[in-house]
Nanobody
Framework: VQLQASGGGLMQAGGSLRLSCQAS????????MGWFRQAPGKEREFVAA????????SYTDSVKGRFTISRDNDKNTVYLQMNSLRPEDTAVYYC??????????????????WGQGTLVTVSS
């Protein structure tokens, strides 16, 4: 499975961006999917995840109410809608696939495939 993240860029605080994660090589319709981010000098951290059918989601506290994870299994794509962006959201965002998929997981080691990352920069 190859994951290609896109949609990052430079945005002012309060703005919105939508990240996309296009999977190729095989369908990820049975996989749980997640987004992580890594700011300069910091560890990679969990952002959001959803189950294989999209019915169950999980978010880190700092993005609840601002970010929404979703998926379109027909397009083999997962999205992260980011609203009300803050400077502290600045990071490289990575999508990842969990082949187990039943419940969204926050643990990095549960994910089997990773994309290359897309940079999000939020200016104040």
């Amino acid at each position: 499975v190859q994951l290609q993240a896109s949609g990052g860029g430079l945005m002012q605080a309060g703005g919105s961006l939508r990240l996309s994660c296009q999977a190729s090589g095989r369908t990820v319709g049975n996989f749980g999917m997640g987004w992580f981010r890594q700011a300069p000098g910091k560890e990679r951290e969990f952002v959001a995840a959803l189950s294989w059918n999209g019915d169950v989601t999980s978010y880190t506290d700092s993005v609840k109410g601002r970010f929404t994870i979703s998926r379109d299994n027909d397009k083999n794509t997962v999205y992260l809608q980011m609203n009300s962006l803050r400077p502290e959201d600045t990071a490289v965002y990575y999508c990842a696939a969990d082949t187990y998929g039943v419940h969204p997981t926050k643990r990095r080691y549960d994910y089997d495939y990773w994309g290359q990352g897309t940079l999000v920069t939020v200016s104040s």
